[in-house]
T-cell receptor, first 116, second 115 residues
Framework: GAVVSQHPSRVICKSGTSVKIECRSL??????MFWYRQFPKQSLMLMAT?????????EQGVEKDKFLINHASLTLSTLTVTSAHPEDSSFYIC????????????FGPGTRLTVT | AQKVTQAQTEISVVEKEDVTLDCVYE???????LFWYKQPPSGELVFLIR??????QNEISGRYSWNFQKSTSSFNFTITASQVVDSAVYFC????????????FGTGTSLTVIP
C-alpha cells in the first residue's frame, strides 16, 4: 500500500525558534498533500492544501506567514512553523492524495510538536 | 455546519461486547466517499474502510462491519466481540470530489474496551 512518512516524529523546541516538518510519499507521486493539526482529544483540522509547484491554499484562520508550506517535488512537502510559541504545540499530520477521482488520502504518522 | 457528526464522544464496553459507532454525514453531492479511521494512542491514523456513494452494500471484515444507509445519511461501524486492542479513537470522514476531495472529519469517538 501507499506509504507516507513524516520527520521528525517528535520535536521539542524553544519559543521563538522555527521548526520544519517533512512529509514524504515513499512509493507514489503526490501532486497534492494536506496538512492537518490536531489538539488533544480533538479532531483533525485541515490547515492547508499543498500543490506541487504552486503556492499552498490555507484554510480560514491559518496564518500563512507563520505556517510556511513548500511542495517542491512530487514526493515531498514541508511545513515550517516559524517563531513557534507554546500555543503552537500540537500534533501535526500530513496526508498525500493518491487518486484524484476517489479522493483517497494516505496519512503520515504525525509529528508531535512541543514548544517550551 | 458540521458535515460529519459523531454524536458519541466516548464509549466504554466490556471485552467481548459488541459496539456500534455512529456517523451521520451531510452533503449535497451525489458522488462522495466515506471513510473510517482508527487512531490508537500512538497517534497514527489507521485506514479501515472507504465506501463510495454508489455502493450501499454493507461490508464485513473480520470483526468489523459497516452499515451504509443513504436514506438516513449514516455510515455506522460495528465491532463485534470487542477486544482491548480495539481501544482507540475512531474517526468518520467524508470526501467530496466537487470540493477538491477535501476530507471532513467527524469529532471522533473514543472507545475504551475494558478487560
Amino acid at each position: 500500500g501507499a506509504v507516507v512518512s513524516q520527520h521528525p516524529s517528535r520535536v521539542i523546541c524553544k519559543s521563538g525558534t522555527s521548526v520544519k516538518i517533512e512529509c514524504r510519499s515513499l512509493d507514489f507521486q503526490a501532486t497534492t498533500m494536506f496538512w492537518y493539526r490536531q489538539f488533544p482529544k480533538q479532531s483533525l483540522m485541515l490547515m492547508a492544501t499543498s500543490n506541487e509547484g504552486s503556492k499552498a491554499t490555507y484554510e480560514q484562520g491559518v496564518e500563512k506567514d507563520k505556517f510556511l508550506i513548500n511542495h517542491a517535488s512530487l514526493t515531498l512537502s514541508t511545513l515550517t512553523v516559524t517563531s513557534a510559541h507554546p500555543e503552537d504545540s500540537s500534533f501535526y499530520i500530513c496526508s498525500a492524495r493518491l487518486r484524484v477521482v476517489t479522493g483517497e488520502q494516505y496519512f503520515g504518522p504525525g509529528t508531535r510538536l512541543t514548544v517550551t | 455546519a458540521q458535515k460529519v457528526t459523531q454524536a458519541q464522544t466516548e464509549i466504554s464496553v466490556v471485552e467481548k461486547e459488541d459496539v456500534t459507532l455512529d456517523c451521520v454525514y451531510e452533503t449535497r453531492d451525489t458522488t462522495y466517499y466515506l471513510f473510517w479511521y482508527k487512531q490508537p494512542p500512538s497517534g497514527e491514523l489507521v485506514f479501515l474502510i472507504r465506501r463510495n456513494s454508489f455502493d450501499e452494500q454493507n461490508e464485513i471484515s473480520g470483526r468489523y462491519s459497516w452499515n451504509f444507509q443513504k436514506s438516513t445519511s449514516s455510515f455506522n461501524f460495528t465491532i463485534t466481540a470487542s477486544q482491548v486492542v480495539d481501544s482507540a479513537v475512531y474517526f468518520c470522514a467524508l470526501s467530496e470530489p466537487n470540493t477538491g476531495n477535501q476530507f471532513y472529519f467527524g469529532t471522533g469517538t473514543s472507545l475504551t474496551v475494558i478487560p
